[in-house]
């Protein structure tokens, strides 16, 4: 799952910095979406899609989710697993 600091780099402090252009989540995304037999779920672009709704997707004194980062989680892996079981939908 993406930290914190990935989905809210504008909150760091101005003296970090990252130390590659392409977080280890990336580099790892991009290294399984070439092998066919793993399906690899990214919740980083979701995340960060909703982030700017007004509501915040992580604790604010903590790296966890809070339960709309949680939700969003959630909804991404059910509508990926629904393409193997379409019972599955996200509530």
């Not at 899609?49 to 339960?67: E, F, I, M, P, S």
Request: no cysteine; aromatic share 12%; net charge positive.
């Amino acid at each position: 799952a993406p930290d914190k600091p990935s989905i809210y780099p504008e909150y760091l402090p101005g003296g970090f910095k990252p130390v590659r252009p392409e977080s280890r989540l990336d580099q790892l995304t991009a290294y399984l979406k070439d092998d066919p037999k793993i399906k690899f779920v990214n919740l980083a672009q979701d995340l960060k899609a909703h982030k700017n709704n007004g509501q915040a997707l992580y604790l604010k004194t903590d790296t966890h989710w809070n339960h709309l980062g949680a939700y969003i989680g959630y909804a991404q892996l059910m509508r990926t697993l629904n393409g193997w079981f379409p019972v599955l939908t996200p509530i």
